[in-house]
RNA sequence: GCCCCUGUAGCGCAAUGGAUAGCGCAUUAGCCUCCGGAGCUAAUGGUACAGGUUCGACUCCUGUCAGGGGCACCA
């Protein structure tokens, strides 16, 4: 039984087509995929369509003569015990037929090993740094932190298991000039607890939780100077909390006040000034982010000798290589996008590649109540918090919901939608599943035996079932491609419709001894993969509902 | 003005450049003596517009139209 036999037909594939010497000028990868439809095989390739205009020859054609170099090679190998056949089929596309008993095969596989059958090491243990969330502390997190917080811990979830050694962090900005601001809202809401009318300018957080510190500040007697500090830390364990609640753990959470502190931003900017990447012009000092691909160079230290938010930030991105990471991934919201190119800039600047940091853009989350959009605004104050979607809603819904799209697209999220806990939600369609095999495994007083033969499972429903449990994998794949754990959401959720198609067609429990024990052990698979991917959503699997 | 995201069935959304574009809601007609009907089976309905690349385009490129977001020596 190979272990991966995808990888071996598409060696088989290469194999034949260097013998009839058809690759000499062919650069694009030999790719292998799931069919559409289970009408095409298992496994296609459209190899023959893609050689058509080098080789000039009609793609029917080079499939054909192919084919028979295919069989031929198959004949001999052990692949033969699995491959039924290899056909042309449509407009040159290349198809393989399995053997039913290597979907038995991957199903016991998957029912004796459980979760361990699901992983992989496609990463090898590569060092992830993903950073998210990173919200100031200067109130409460935002749906739009939400979102952010969801796709980030869901992705960290998926790299782990498919073997990236990943850490999560939050980058937490407790100084500069939101800090100042923050602190100088709550000592001028202060002033105004103790009877001064003053005016509040409308740069200040306008928010009703600033009176709430104020009056924790008066009654611990704090400083003037230290306000915006002790604001801030009060903040940060609120979104700590909430974050918790969530269920998004974070790794490390880096301050920029330390980073401030240790130096690092001066001996990067030594670094840059010996590379020759830094000059002064007008008082201030300036990146020249245009030698690699920005469209103008960015001020570092402003003419009034402060630091602009990228001068740390310079240094941190290059802290995270120094920590030993080789991958970095960024979840920013959209408002950050003109600001990947100077990041970027500044790691070629250090001699990395730009591709050792793939920046996400979360687009944001529109929140409705009844059709009616909810504006968001920290500085104002009415803006709906977190806190308020999870308890009207839930984590589990939560969560889902806002991995229900791609990560990149905007997001329309009713409140009242994401509670009715009907069809409407495909959390409860996804959960159903699980818990209606479970109820099934309860109810059961057949056991999986020993003498487990899964070849009596010949329905189409039943087959259709195993195969949908190994996309799984490839699932994951095209997550960590895309940096984009939505289409876990979608694949569970088909899943699911498989299942439930099955469920209504066979009995599970049946007169048939042998077949029960089958079946059993398919819904068994089921239950595993579901549990596995509600499991890296960080969504609960419930038993009974 | 420049940049990003999005236009797919009445509504909400899918579709690693592939074969007959899928699903839910809604509407209509069905399915519980029996493992959970929060389920299943049908019917209806289709890629904003104009070019281009490709053997093949919802997908990539150019333009137009429409909606959302962003464009500081702020963070």
Redesign the pocket.
Known sequence: MPKDIQKELVDLVTHCLTELGWLANFSEKI?L?F???N??GDF?T?IA??L??LLKRS?QALAAELVVYLQREITKSKLTALVTQVKV???G?I?FYLKENYFYEKLKLIITQGKEALSSNAGGGRKVLIEFVSA?PTGALSVAHARQAVVGDCLANVLSFIGFDVKREYYL?DE???INILGASVNLRLKELNGQNLEFPENYYQGDYIYDIAKLADSQKIKDADLGNFAAGYILKIIKQELIDFGVKFDCWYSQKDLAKSGKVGQAFEQLKKKGFLYEQ???LWFKSTEFGDDKDR?II???G?Q??LAPDIAYHEDKFNRGFSWLINLWG??????INRIKASLEAFGHKKDDLSVV?V??ATIFRNGQEIQMSTRRGQYITLREVLDEVGADAARFFFLM??T???L?FDLEVAKK????NPV??VQ?AH??IC??LR?SAAQITDDLDLSVLKEKEELNLIKKLLEFNTTLN?CRVTCDPY?LT?YLQELS?SF??F???????DQDKALTCARLALIKGVKIVISCGLELLGITQPE??
């Open positions: 790719s995929e069919p559409t439809d009408r095409f296609s459209n369509l893609k058509s205009k793609p089929e449509g407009v596309f198809n100031n900005n500069g000039n939101q007008d008082g201030a001020v402003k003419s009034d402060a602009t938010y959209p408002d950050h996008h003109g600001y853009i687009q944001l799209r791609r990149s697209s905007h329309d806990q009907s069809a409407e409860f369609y159903y818990a209606r109820s099934i109810s095209i289409m979608v419709e439930h198609k469920y209504d067609l066979h009995r599970v429990l009974k509902m």
